[in-house]
Structure formats: C-alpha cells, structure tokens
C-alpha cells in the first residue's frame, strides 16, 4: 500500500526535459512508482490533473539561520514550494559562537529571547535539528563570523596562529556536516580577508568536497564588479574549490548593461575548470544594511568604532564624500526605501531622500542620524537593478533560482521581519508567474531545473532534485496558469497563489494552500544522507 498518490499531474521531472503524465506513488519518504497507479492503491490520493508535479525547490541562498530557530515552520518558504534551504550566506552566520562573534551573535538572536546555547558550527546545526523544521536544509559556514570569532572587527593580516585557528573552525564545520562556506566580502569583517586568506579557507572546503559561496567583493557598487567576479573565479582555481557566486546582479550606474560580460566570465572559467554556478533573485531591488553605503575602513572596529570616526571632522568629511558617491552610483536617495527603522518605524517605507527633506537635512546627515539612533540597526530596499540585465541573467543556464530571503511568517515573533522584501514570500512563484507565463523568458521544465536538480548537483545533495524512483519525495504541486507571487515592496508579506500542495520527506507541509503544522524537514550534513 503506498502512503500517498499523485494522480495525472504533469511531471516536470527537475531534468529540464519535457512534460509528462504520470502518476506518482511515495511510500515512507520516498517516491516509489512513477506511471499508471489505479485508483485504492493510496492511503491519500491528490488529484493533479491540469496541475505540474515538480520536486520540491531547493533555495540555494537564503538567510534563515535565525529564523528557523524561532519558527521552524518556514511558511513563506514552503508556501512558495521550497522543501530545501540552504544557510547561512553572505559570510554572517550563527556560529563558531566564540570569541568577538559571541556577543554578536547574541545580539542578533537575542531580540528573538533565543539564548546562545552553542559554540561550534556541529552544535549549531543540532540546535538546528532540534527544532524539526519543515523544509530540510544545507548547512554552511560562514567565513565573516569565523573570522569575527578569531579577530574581531580588525583589518589586520592574520597571523600564522590566527590563520590555523580560522582553518580549525572551518574543518570543524566541514567535519560536521557544512556543504560549504559562505562569504560576504561587502561586509565587515569578511571583507577584511584577502584573497589568499580566502584561498586558504577555502582549500579545506574543497578536502570535504563544498562549495565556495561568495557575495562577492562589488557588484559595480564598491569598485570593480568584474575584478570581484575573478576573485571568486581565482580562489575557485586556487584552492580547486566549486564556487557559487551569490545573487547575480549589475547594481547601479557604472555596470548598468554589462550582465553580458559577467556571464562570459563565468563560462570562461567554466571551460578552464572551475565548476562556478551562479544565483539569482528576480527582483529589481536589492535589500541590505544601510551600511553598504559606506566605505569598509571607516567601519573597523564595529558599530561604536564608526560613530567615533564620524565625530573627527576630516574623517567625516571623507566618508561622507565617499557616501555621496555610494549614493550616485545607487542613484540617489530616491531609489532607496527604510525597510527597518526601529527607533521611528513611520519612517519605514519612506525613500532617504523623503526622510532628509521632511527633517530638512541633507542625505548623508539624514543617514547619519539614523545610525546613531539605532545602534547601526537600519534596513534598505534599494531599487537599483535593470530588466535587462535580470533577464539576460535569469536565461541563462548556469544561473540558479535564490530567494536571499528568509523563512519568515505573517504572524508571530516573526511578523516584523527585518528585511521585508517580497523574495522573502514570492521569489519562486514570481518565477514561474511572472517570468515564465507572463514574460514567457524560459520554458517551464527549465525554470524547474534552476530551481531543483541544478542546486541539488551543485551542493551534492543525494537523491534530491529530481522526481526518480527511490528518490527523496521532495514535491511541489503548482497550477501553471494561475501560480503567482502576491507580495510586492508595498505589502511584502503576502502569500503566493496557485501552489497547492507541497511535500517534505514524503509528508504534506501545504494542502490545498494551508500550512499543515507538519515538520518533517531534515538537515542534509554531508556524509549523511
Ligand atoms: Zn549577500
């Protein structure tokens, strides 16, 4: 007796090859039988006649790693058919909770009454399990917060022993099951590191077979973006690592256009056998901390360290030049919305430039305030990106789907979510919605693959990605002509519409559009499967 049918739904398999019908049988966690299952051979029987049956989207880019922890039911992830995250990126992560990072950390989990119960990366990922979430995840270690762990905020060149105790934390996470480490080299102290220092760390990411994945040092916003694509091309070839260059984008005037020449890097290093993949969200508007705005030396030393520096007249003077030109490149205080602001959350969804008016400020004053006012605690949406450019890089077939979102809730602790972004709630249904019913960009069987079989390969994940007999029953129901995404920068927290039914390890987290409270997620470690 199988424990669930799918009857005569459209098989998107996750290959990229054309639809077909079939029903699906799953039995325990697996999918079983793939063809003609008659009716009274199931425990529970979907009908999925006119719907597409793909397996279950694999977010490779997100930020969930707090978030998971104060609520494990990750409904914006599954209600948009992810059943797999990966976290943490961009080089800010949860752990080795040791050194300087402990009060980060702390911190940062801290406003959610989440207590620091761990050090090592290994303990993070069990406080992970330990929570049964209902979308599996990747863990991955974070570059930034190991170095945090070891320097601090300083600038400095490692020593010896600091560059062996920085490699230690990244063999223990490795050891314990991480797919790879992250960086985020437009944040501090991440940024710190140089290239060989990455080079290094990475060199043991590749012993245990991971993925180096890299918010890369400019994306045309911060210096050279295509010197920071071959960095991450170079560290690939130097430490013979795979590489995962995060959110693609040509963000801001200088780059505007040149997504073309970004993706023919890629290829080439492809040809020259760096195994390099990049993501994408599909939005024309970045989220970040308002600090991107500001150069990366006058940030040493943290939060407190910066507020000093501004108060030095000649020093204040040169970051503020330097914001200005952060600014234009962005173009301007128009383009960039408060997202949070808890000091005055009315000023939340109001662009910079309103705000300096309203207060009768310049900018950079403006700016300036807010950060002191809030510890350095001020989110953006930045609406700098091209459609051009997104779209030359969603068809592009080395570019994966990716959220950069979190699993967050309308309701609960998580309601107020600190970067309210519509990725966080629609970015797969936009997809499949917008991009490929609407703007009709890729087929759908492709769309499907970026989101599934292409990240499973990529971070090794065994027997997900694809719907295969003895495969994991990772699945994802979605209605072709109806799925879409509904939240938008002005009401970022609205569920997707059109996608039914999505299943984890074989059991049922979303029936017809409701979250069922079920958590059958896993954490996929390495070695493990
Ligand atoms: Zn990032």
Redesign the pocket.
């Known amino acids: 007796m199988l424990d669930l049918v799918i009857s005569g739904g459209r098989v998107a398999d996750g290959s990229g090859g054309p639809l077909y019908t079939a029903d699906i049988g799953v039995a325990g966690e697996r999918i079983v039988r793939i063809g003609k299952i008659q009716s009274g051979e199931g425990r529970t029987r979907i009908e999925a006649t006119e719907l597409i049956v793909a397996p279950g989207f694999v977010d490779v880019?997100t930020?969930s790693d707090i978030t998971i922890l104060v609520d494990p039911r990750a409904e914006s992830a599954v209600r948009q058919g992810v059943t797999t995250q990966i976290f943490p990126?961009?080089?800010m992560g949860l752990a080795p909770a040791v050194g300087d990072a402990r009060a980060d950390i702390a911190e940062r989990v801290g406003q959610f009454g989440i207590e620091v119960d761990w050090k090592t990366a290994g303990e993070y990922f069990d406080r992970v399990r330990s929570v049964s979430p209902a979308v599996n995840v990747v863990p991955m270690v974070a570059q930034g917060t190991v170095r945090m762990a070891v320097m601090g905020f300083s600038q400095a060149e490692p020593t010896p022993a600091q560059l062996e105790a920085m490699r230690d934390h990244v063999r223990e996470a490795m050891r314990s099951g991480a797919r790879g480490m992250c960086s985020?080299l437009?944040?501090v102290p991440g940024g710190y590191a140089s290239r060989e220092e990455l080079i290094e760390l990475a060199r043991i990411v590749s012993e245990y077979g991971g993925v180096y994945a890299s918010?890369i040092r400019s994306e045309g916003d911060n210096g050279d973006w295509f010197d920071a694509i071959d960095e991450a091309l170079a560290i690939g070839h130097g430490a013979r690592v795979r590489v995962q260059i995060?959110?693609l984008k040509a963000l801001g005037a200088d780059v505007w256009g040149k997504s073309g020449r970004a993706l023919a890097a890629i290829e080439k290093a492809r040809e020259q056998g760096v195994d390099v993949l990049g993501d994408q969200y599909p939005y024309d508007a970045t989220s970040?901390t308002m600090f991107v705005l500001f150069p990366q030396w006058c940030q040493e030393g943290g939060v407190e360290a910066f507020l000093l520096r501004t108060a030095d007249a000649a020093l204040r003077a040169d970051i503020e030049s330097s914001f200005t030109t952060s600014l234009a490149l962005r173009g301007g205080g128009d383009r960039m919305t408060v997202s949070e602001y808890r000091p005055d959350p009315l000023l939340e969804g109001k662009t910079l430039a309103r705000i300096a008016q309203k207060h009768r400020q310049g900018v950079f004053e403006t700016a300036m305030s807010m950060l002191e006012t809030s510890n350095g605690r001020v989110s953006m949406v930045f609406h700098t990106l091209e459609r051009d450019d997104i779209e030359r890089i969603f068809v592009n077939p080395r570019v994966m789907v990716a959220s950069?979102g979190s699993a967050v809730a309308p309701h609960g602790k998580l309601a107020a979510d600190y970067y309210p972004h519509p990725r966080n709630y629609g970015c797969f249904p936009k997809v499949l919605g917008d991009f490929v019913r609407g703007r009709k960009l890729l087929p759908v069987e492709e769309a499907v693959r970026k989101m599934t079989s292409l990240p499973a390969e990529h971070f090794g994940l065994e027997r997900r990605g694809r719907i295969r007999p003895g495969w994991y029953a990772d699945l994802t129901i979605f209605d072709p002509d109806t799925v879409a995404d509904r939240a938008t920068f002005e009401n970022p927290r609205e569920f997707p519409a059109g996608i039914p039914y999505v299943i984890v390890n074989g059991r049922l987290v979303v029936e017809q559009g409701s979250h069922t409270g079920n958590r059958p997620g896993k954490v996929l470690a390495a070695g493990e499967e």
């Open positions: 880019h930020h990126n961009c080089g985020g437009r944040y918010h995060s959110h970040s950069d």
